[in-house]
């Protein structure tokens, strides 16, 4: 399942559920593009983040749709290249860009709230 994305930097992890996702905001990039990151739980119930970011080409994996996952929930998806990642550590393992890594951002929990750390900041 996906969610809508989040404002903010901040999510509450104890409302994503296995093998789910949401994006969160982060600042704009250095041309004033939008720019977010991928919040999930993977299936062993693993909080990760990642910049949603395609690793062919630099737009965002769910093409601002909000949904992440293939069909079967196996994989992240890039919805316009057909890409498709690893949740457990961002692995191409297939499509066009087949052995990148999307890249893995750090993030804290304090209290209910996960914070994000922007790459940019």
């Not at 949904?67 to 316009?80: A, K, V, Y």
């Not at 057909?82 to 750090?106: H, K, M, W």
């Amino acid at each position: 399942m996906n969610a809508p994305i989040s404002p903010g930097y901040a999510c509450q992890p104890a409302t994503l559920g296995l093998k789910e996702a949401m994006a969160v905001r982060l600042s704009p990039g250095r041309y004033g593009q939008p720019r977010s990151a991928i919040v999930l739980r993977d299936q062993n119930g693993t909080l990760r983040a990642y910049l949603n970011e395609c690793q062919h080409l630099p737009i965002p994996l769910d093409a601002g749709s909000g949904l992440f996952w293939n069909r079967e929930g196996t994989h992240l998806l890039c919805s316009t290249h057909g890409a498709i990642y690893r949740p457990e550590d961002g692995y191409c393992e297939g499509g066009p860009c087949r052995g990148a890594f999307l890249r893995p951002l750090a993030f804290s929990i304090e209290g209910d709230e996960l914070f994000v750390a922007d790459p940019e900041d």
